[in-house]
């Protein structure tokens, strides 16, 4: 173990809190599990050099250390409980201990060592996967904290269950040796082992054994873990699913970014340039320093210097920060000074997000890249009924409820900093970058990345909302930027919701182009898709619309991009948001063509939640809708089928080079193990559209869509929309129900049927699709960022709305299990899929669809219930709330 990472025994009984006595047992996910020598082998998972996971006191009770950001979707918990439910502990006797950014040593390695030459599956096969003599990563270390993409717990499911089995097993393995039985002839149950006789011992009791025994090994492990049925927390389990900070939440104690209050600490809030990639000039600090309580008065970055936007990855935007003893003194003092700030707002000035529309709409009448292509579209296009559409979607905030916030301190050449983050190691990243005197950049290569980290701390609070916006670090940049200027005196940075709407990394403004024809039964015999959206890998990497490239340059960040996750090229999008519902579109039509336009960038973009999801979305299940009904048909039975009886998507066969499978394989993982054995290591996730059907019929069914339909044929003004999409692995069914009167239209209910494999923690799954079906209602009729003169137009939530309890129609969810078929081919152990983000995306469509079949207009852009504008040619509708 390296002097850098060493974590002594008693710093880390401190760290979790659990005190001197307690005996560090299983401590490591790591290639050799180790639990102070006592345990070999056991996951082979986590570095050796990572921080404890699990400490058990020698009372035994457990200490587990989350590592993972916690946003309200239960994660902490969740986790723990597959690792306590493996390890049939007792919940009553545990505790969570946050862990601090630490992004190595949370990564999760193979447990055997592939040889060089076998050839694993994508996207373990890539450019990216390190060499022979570096760690072999199933979870990479940048992205074992990144809590974004919806994928914790499918990516660490399994890990934490071959922990906590693993630690089971030990347990009765030792019970056994002590009582002279079988193995077999023992059980564990609420941290007790049982045995023949009536025998029971507490794994207190247990603990100085382990030692004595044969470590077990991966495949030990894996042939006792549980089936479904015997879960005692997870999915269907015996026990209520515990969500330990639920308590602490409703009445007021959870320590969120604005909570930390360090001794000696100021405050600062930033007035910052309104346009991308400007510049200060000249300011007069003086107004400021006048308010009683400001301190400071300090640049972000010295004057002239073009900051953050198009392709500054995480550097903040130009600004000027007012620094006070109280957050009132620091926001009067910062109105003081706004009148005396000159800045050069640079060529994104003139940027006009309306007049953008119609370049986007002009790219996509264009051909673009093709990015997946099956038979002759052009031919059939020319032989069939035309349908065509376009449909547009305006770049969109998050808003998270808790605006951006971060402490930091720097003292002794590194930088401490506390904030609510999704990507600790970005955060920890670029406050270590600073302290070394650098730009708030993340380092490019592997040196520039440890020095990074080695230089700062981040200490993780709990997350007031993210929705991707708090996994870009700009905002703990600029504390730490502040910081490195008032060495030992520890900063707090705190936007106010204008600052968080103005300065957001914004979700694509994309525009969708779709024609099809039909052939003589209505069928689609052709289909025609472009996409064009403004990507955020052109904010992440510098291009062509970067002020102050040489060629050198931009060719050393084009090359950059192209080998980063099949980043693309500038002005295109990158593999993974085109893995977004657009080269997985899943409907079963012969002659098919996708491409992806150009979209050049002027202001910061981001990814929000769902992501490419939204605009692709809102394109493909609303062109389906058109379709039925220039066909003549139902709207869900055309629907399913166009999804037909369900496959595997033949994406390799029909030209997409690389699918972005949310970084997850298509196909299971398996590597040789002891004894020639084939152990699998990671389940496969492949488009698979017998569920997206499955969850098509059942939302169907639970919405009750056949008898409405025949009832409302008899009513004016009533009308069903459904909608189905794949995102982040999990399969989600919308159908929305409204009336409409005039241009005044009401939603009356929307019913919403998810498959996400195993529902882990069904609670939390059932929470998180009525949230996620708010928010997509939300930006569907009310959201909207527009930019003029290259700054964003709306302030707060008075012109930036949010959809309110009163006008939230009723929401009723329901969890799918898999199709039989599949559950079989899993061998009964379907792998847990994402659920943060894939309610949202379908409900948009949905709406739009049933507004028209309620006699209404067929939208064809968000948001839909603004007043039409002179001149708009957009369809809108006014909200009417019951």
């Given at each position: ?273 309104p346009v991308a990639n400007g510049a200060l000039l000249t300011y007069d600090p003086n107004p400021a320093l006048a308010v009683p309580g400001v301190r400071a008065v300090l640049p972000m970055f010295p004057p002239g210097f073009r900051a953050g936007g198009v392709g500054m990855g995480f550097i903040p935007h130009a600004g000027v920060a007012v ?560």
């Amino acid at each position: 173990m390296s002097a850098k990472y060493r974590v002594s025994r008693r710093a880390f009984l401190r760290a979790a809190g659990v005190g001197t006595g307690a005996v560090v047992f299983g401590s490591y996910l790591t290639p050799t599990l180790q639990a102070q020598g006592l345990i070999h082998n056991l996951i082979n998972g986590f570095p050796v050099d990572g921080i404890p996971v699990v400490a058990l006191k020698l009372n035994g009770d457990v200490v587990i250390i989350t590592f993972r950001s916690e946003m309200g979707q239960g994660i902490r918990s969740s986790l723990a409980a597959v690792l306590a439910d493996e390890m049939e502990a007792d919940w009553k006797r545990i505790t969570l201990r946050q862990a601090d950014a630490d992004a190595v040593k949370f990564a999760v390695t193979f447990p055997y060592k592939v040889a060089a030459d076998y050839k694993l599956p994508y996207p373990f096969n890539t450019k990216e996967f390190p060499g022979p003599d570096k760690p072999q990563y199933t979870i990479v270390p940048e992205g074992s904290q990144f809590t974004d993409s919806s994928r914790s717990m499918t990516a660490f499911y399994q890990v934490m269950r071959l922990y906590g089995a693993g630690l089971r097993l030990t347990f009765i393995r030792v019970a056994a040796k002590k009582w002279g039985v079988g193995e077999k002839d023992c059980r564990a149950e609420k941290h007790r082992v049982y045995g023949p006789g009536g025998r029971s011992i507490d794994y207190r009791w247990l603990l100085a054994g382990a030692k004595k025994v044969k470590p077990p090994t991966y495949l030990e492990i894996n042939a006792v873990l549980k089936k479904p049925e015997d879960f005692r927390y997870i999915g269907n389990g015996k026990e209520k699913m515990p969500f330990v900070d639920a308590a602490d939440m409703v009445k007021g104690k959870t320590v969120y970014g604005a909570d930390v209050d360090v001794p000696g600490m100021l405050t600062a809030m930033i007035e910052r340039c309104p346009v991308a990639n400007g510049a200060l000039l000249t300011y007069d600090p003086n107004p400021a320093l006048a308010v009683p309580g400001v301190r400071a008065v300090l640049p972000m970055f010295p004057p002239g210097f073009r900051a953050g936007g198009v392709g500054m990855g995480f550097i903040p935007h130009a600004g000027v920060a007012v620094v006070a003893t109280n957050t009132w003194a620091a926001l009067q003092g910062r109105r003081a000074l706004r009148p005396t700030i000159q800045w050069d707002k640079g060529r994104h000035k003139d940027y006009d997000s309306t007049e953008f529309r119609t370049e986007l709409e002009k790219a996509t009448a264009n051909r673009g890249k093709s990015v997946r292509s099956k038979g002759n579209v052009d031919a059939a296009l020319a032989a069939g009924t035309p349908v065509e559409a376009t449909y547009y979607i305006p770049h969109l905030a998050q808003t998270p409820m808790e605006p951006p916030v971060a402490t930091a301190l720097f003292k002794d050449g590194r930088m401490e900093v506390w904030a609510a983050t999704q990507s600790p190691d970005y955060a920890q990243q670029v406050a270590g970058q600073v302290a070394l005197g650098h730009l708030p950049s993340l380092p490019t290569d592997e040196e520039g990345v440890e020095k990074a980290r080695q230089a700062a701390t981040v200490h993780m609070t709990m997350v007031g909302g993210g929705f991707g916006r708090k996994s870009k670090p700009d905002y703990i940049a600029e504390a730490a930027l502040l910081a490195k200027q008032m060495p030992g005196v520890p900063i707090r940075v705190q936007w106010t919701r204008e600052d968080d709407v103005k300065f957001s990394y914004y979700n694509a403004v994309s525009s969708q182009h779709l024609k099809a024809a039909l052939g003589v039964d209505g069928r689609p015999t052709a289909l025609l898709q472009r996409s064009a959206f403004t990507s955020f890998f052109a904010t992440l990497f510098p291009n062509s619309d970067t002020p102050g490239l040489s060629p050198a340059e931009l060719a050393g960040a084009t090359q950059l991009r192209a080998s980063f996750v099949d980043g693309g090229t500038y002005p295109y999008g990158s593999g993974i948001e085109r893995a977004q519902g657009l080269e997985d579109m899943p409907f079963d039509i012969p002659n098919i063509r996708i491409e992806n336009c150009e979209a050049r960038n002027h202001i910061r973009v981001g990814w929000m939640r769902s992501v490419a999801n939204i605009y692709h979305a809102f394109g493909i299940c609303s062109f389906a809708d058109e379709m039925a009904h220039a066909a003549g048909r139902d709207s869900k039975d055309y629907l399913l089928e166009l999804i037909g009886n369900g496959r595997i998507l033949p994406l390799p066969a029909e030209e997409v080079a690389e699918y972005r499978n949310n970084e997850l394989p298509l196909k299971m993982i398996e590597v040789p193990a002891e004894g020639s054995k084939m152990a699998q290591i990671v389940p496969g996730f492949p488009p698979d559209t017998r569920r997206l059907r499955g969850v098509a019929e059942a939302v169907a069914k639970v919405s009750g869509w056949d008898e409405k339909v025949k009832q409302y044929k008899n009513m004016k003004g009533r009308g069903l929309g459904i909608a189905v999409h794949r995102s982040f692995l999990s399969y989600v069914g919308i159908v929305a129900d409204v009336s409409v009167n005039g241009n005044e239209v009401t939603i009356n209910d929307i019913y919403g049927v998810i498959d996400c494999g195993l529902a882990v923690n069904r609670d939390r799954v059932m929470a998180q699709m009525e949230g996620g079906i708010v928010y997509g209602l939300s930006y569907a009729l009310l959201g909207e960022i527009t930019v003029k003169n290259g700054a964003v137009v709306q302030n707060n939530f008075d012109d930036y709305p949010i959809l309110r309890i009163h006008q939230t129609p009723k929401i009723h969810t329901y969890i799918q299990d898999p199709p039989a078929e599949v559950v079989k081919e899993y061998d009964g152990n379907v792998p847990p899929t994402g659920v943060g983000e894939p309610p949202t995306p379908a409900v948009a469509p949905a709406i739009a669809n049933a507004i028209f079949a309620a006699g209404g207009p067929r939208i064809r852009a968000i948001p839909f219930a603004t007043k039409k504008e002179e001149g708009s040619k957009d369809e809108k509708i006014v909200l009417h709330f019951t």
